[in-house]
């Protein structure tokens, strides 16, 4: 019983994470109509964004997060502005190739300036909290409270902003926002910002729960994109939904299957939901 | 002297592989806009099951069986086959982004297969002894017989490839490709063309990586990294032109001697450097990928000058009845 | 002074023209009918207006001002919106919501537009925190219209308003669109209810195959004995 708490624990943590990741993805799917291939690999950018402020300036990785985020939002939008801008005239599929080729390149450049070694924020172990025989660390304290709060400020930014509202419109369908007189360029800069702000925030989580590497963000993508399928393409609502349920499945098959095989296990679950319901699985209309 | 003849040799034959992979996904994207990622995936299964079934018995890993080379490269086609068969059964019916994200999937499973199932694979120490082919009959300068070999194997595949192209089948690929309302109005089950495709570029894939193994007699994760391999397959057939067979066979040519070429320049790079110069190189495929896209998508042979010179020939064809 | 004059424009989706030569013109206060065959290119020449079709030759005119070839957000911004024929709510936004994306690019206060709009289609206000897509299709071209209104327009372009609705919402419908213009703002329609179409439009054109086949007065095309043959039952 124990051992099954603890790896809700560990689930909803990971969970977190993903949801992070899987919400930016399902928001730039739903308005950009194309799977973001790069998405992991924004992960790992704001990570190493986060990591350089933390050596440079000798701060906290919290305080150095706002810097990440910031940076990696930047890096998004510029990437769109001068790449994926110029391929939104011909078939999206060329958008995907495109964003494979900045994932590798994103990866590169990363691997150029930091080497292909692991690093982390902070050396030493942190000491868990013991709770009724459950381990509690800080950073899982941290980053489940910061995505929910993470959560809550996207939910009333897509619900109460003109912004916001803009881009639920472009999602339902962008041709008619277009001849509504949206401006859609603007609301496209705007979903990078916030895509590539939540990646990265997911990838400073991530390196915080783990610790940084090249690969770390890729190696997610997996998880990500099966969280956005079982949430249903296009709804952020169901994408948290999602990425919670596959962290907490992926973190309930390491006592049956070797941990290595967790990115598996979200693999055979994305399957599985898009065998019975390609729609996503949960009801109702999309939002 | 000699020794720069066999290595234009060796790499002729590594170019031959490319040339196969490329002519592969030019089934899947470029005739039938089905978009693969796992092409390392289902290179690595046929590198694999031809290593396993022809090397000698080991304890390394499991088998090898010693059975004849041919058996291998049959066996790594069914089997990569077979897989392709399955991931198209669940996603190619859905929306044609799924095929993508499934086959990360495909490529993430074959990695962690390789490296964490020693047993299977040898895991991270690879597997080693794979037999080659010709060995005894040219006392070890297989490389001419492997060449040649390779060249026939591609022609075949090429001369199959521009046969089915031209064909009524290459037709409706193309029409399931741009979702032409007519070819599925006429009762063409596009579902069905768009698995038949990508089983035989997984099938073809699958025979490219049994012949690396014999090759190289050896693979492991690391000699081979299946994202790299994928990538430089995508680059090549969009700098080649997707949709052309010809195309693809130039652009592996092409990509592969710039992607060599870097390897020499960045080898003059200081040594504290050199162990980064692999981002580098991939950096600079990346941007040359980008910039293609941006500026000529159709490539070097686009398949519209393919289809205009077929066009022109069955029109002399018509002019001679 | 036409507010809207469409000067012998040709245009099309790839290579071949869908527009042979189209000329309408809408002065202020009217409200103007398109009918003619399916796919004669009534559509298409709504596009054309809003820069959603490539016009090869030929010029588009609005309030003294060339609007040729702008972008739709462009042609938004200089007074006319849009009412497309199909797909034409944001389904999973509220009803409020889709009024409000009408008005995305006022900066100024539009409540009192809102409220006009709610004043009109009063169901809406009822409705106005339901998805627009669980609504019935007459309160959807409702919402459609509302959107378009939300801007103020002088013009506004209505493709098929009627279409696919039950007979007694098409009346309604046609009601709607005679209160918006008594509200003075001029409305070029297509419509596939002809008869009832041309019976409250002060101008009618009839496009066949991407021309003009004919144009007069509602009445004069209601009367005409080739046009009842063509689209009136006889
Ligand atoms: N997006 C498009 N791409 C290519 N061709 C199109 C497109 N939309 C319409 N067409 C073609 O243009 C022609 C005119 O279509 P249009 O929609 O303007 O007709 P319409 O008069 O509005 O007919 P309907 O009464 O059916 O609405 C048709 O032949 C149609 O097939
Ligand atoms: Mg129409």
């Avoid at chain 3, 030929?58 to 024929?85: A, E, W």
């Avoid at chain 3, 419908?173 to 209160?179: A, G, P, S, T, V």
């Amino acid at each position: 019983m124990i051992d099954f708490l603890q790896l809700t624990i560990y689930g909803i943590v990971l969970g977190s994470i993903i949801s992070l990741g899987a919400v930016g993805l399902s928001l730039i799917y739903g308005i950009l109509r194309f799977p973001h291939f790069a998405h992991g690999d924004l992960f790992t950018l704001g990570a190493y964004m986060a990591f350089v402020v933390v050596v440079f300036f000798n701060v906290p990785v919290l305080v150095a997060l706002p810097f990440g985020v910031a940076l990696t939002a930047l890096v998004a939008v510029a990437i769109d502005q001068t790449v994926y801008r110029r391929l939104r005239k011909v078939k999206p599929v060329i958008l995907l190739i495109a964003s494979v080729g900045i994932a590798l390149i994103l990866r590169s450049v990363i691997q150029l300036v930091w080497g292909s070694g692991n690093r982390v924020y902070e050396a030493g172990i942190q000491m868990p909290h013991l709770w009724m025989g459950l381990r509690i660390q800080n950073d899982h304290l941290i980053i489940v409270g910061g995505t929910i709060l993470l959560v809550i400020a996207l939910h009333l930014f897509l619900q109460k902003t003109k912004v916001g509202k803009a881009m639920r419109a472009m999602s339902d369908n962008s041709d008619l926002a277009q001849v509504t007189g949206i401006d859609v360029n603007r609301i496209i800069i705007w979903t990078w910002i916030i895509g590539g702000g939540l990646a990265a925030v997911a990838g400073i989580f991530l390196a915080m729960d783990t610790r940084l590497h090249p690969v770390m963000g890729w190696r997610l993508l997996l998880p990500v994109f099966a969280a956005a399928i079982l949430g249903g393409i296009g709804r952020p609502y169901g994408a948290i939904a999602g990425g919670i349920i596959i962290g907490l499945v992926q973190e309930y098959s390491t006592p049956f299957l070797s941990p290595a095989y967790k990115p598996a296990i979200a693999f055979a679950l994305m399957i599985l939901v898009l065998i019975v319901r390609p729609t996503g699985i949960f009801v109702g209309r999309k939002v | 002297m000699l020794g720069l003849i066999d290595y234009a040799i060796f790499s002729l034959c590594i170019v031959g592989i490319y040339g196969l992979l490329s002519l592969a996904l030019n089934i899947q994207w470029g005739m039938t806009g089905l978009f693969n990622i796992g092409i390392g995936a289902f290179f690595a299964i046929g590198g694999y099951t031809s290593g396993i079934l022809t090397s000698p018995e080991t304890t390394a890993h499991v088998g090898g069986f010693g059975m004849p080379i041919p058996v291998g490269l049959l066996a790594a086609m069914v089997l990569s086959a077979a897989i392709g068969l399955l991931v198209g059964l669940v996603t190619l019916n859905l929306r044609a982004d799924y095929l993508a994200i499934a086959t990360i999937g495909i490529a993430e499973i074959i990695r962690l297969i390789l490296q964490n199932e020693g047993w299977l694979t040898g895991g991270v120490r690879g597997m080693a002894n794979i037999p080659r082919p010709f060995e005894q009959i040219t006392g070890g300068q297989f490389e001419w017989a492997f060449l040649v070999m390779l060249i026939v194997i591609i022609g075949v595949v090429f001369l199959a490839l521009e046969a089915a192209r031209t064909s009524a089948w290459g037709r409706v690929l193309r029409a399931v490709r741009e979702n032409e309302p007519t070819a599925l109005a006429s009762g063409k089950d596009a579902t069905r063309f768009r698995l038949e495709a990508f089983v035989v570029g997984c099938a073809i894939m699958g025979l490219a990586g049994a012949l690396y193994a014999h090759l190289f007699s050896f693979i492991s994760p690391e000699a081979f990294e299946p994202m790299l391999a994928t990538f430089l397959v995508w680059v090549m057939l969009i700098a080649g032109g997707s949709g052309n067979n010809k195309g693809a066979l130039l652009g592996a040519l092409v990509i592969w001697a710039i992607w060599s070429g870097t390897q020499i320049l960045t080898g003059y790079l200081p040594a504290e450097l050199a162990t980064r110069a692999g981002a580098l190189r991939i950096i600079l495929i990346g941007v040359l990928l980008i910039v293609l896209l941006v500026t000529r998508p159709e490539g070097m042979l686009s398949e519209e000058s393919d289809r205009r010179r077929d066009r022109r020939r069955e029109e002399r064809e018509d002019l001679k009845d | 002074m036409s507010l809207l004059s469409v000067e012998g424009i040709y245009g099309g989706y790839g290579d071949v023209d869908i527009l042979n030569g189209v000329n309408i013109h809408v002065d202020p206060g009217e409200i103007v009918v398109i009918i003619g065959p399916n796919g004669a290119g009534k559509s298409t020449a709504m596009k054309a207006v809003f820069g959603l079709v490539k016009v090869r030759e030929g010029r588009i005119v609005y309030q003294d001002k060339p609007i040729t070839n702008l972008r739709p957000d462009q042609v938004v911004k200089s007074g006319i919106c849009y009412v497309p024929q199909e797909n034409n709510v944001f389904p999973t936004l509220t009803v409020q919501e889709n009024l409000e994306m009408g008005a995305f690019i006022r900066n100024d206060d539009y409540s009192a537009d809102l409220k006009k709009v709610y004043e009109l289609f009063p169901v809406l206000h009822e409705k106005r925190r339901q998805q627009a897509g669980a609504l019935s299709g007459g309160q959807r071209q409702m919402v459609a219209m509302g959107r378009a209104l939300m801007l103020d327009p002088k013009l506004i372009l209505l493709d098929e308003p009627t279409a696919g609705l039950a007979p007694a919402i098409v009346d309604l419908m046609f009601e709607n669109i005679k209160k918006i213009n008594g509200l003075g703002v001029s409305i070029l329609m297509v419509e596939q209810n002809a008869k009832q179409a041309l019976a409250m439009s002060h101008r009618g054109y009839v496009l066949t195959t991407g021309r003009n086949r004919f144009e007069d007065t509602g009445k004069n095309l209601l009367a005409n004995r080739e046009v009842a043959e063509m689209f009136l039952g006889g």
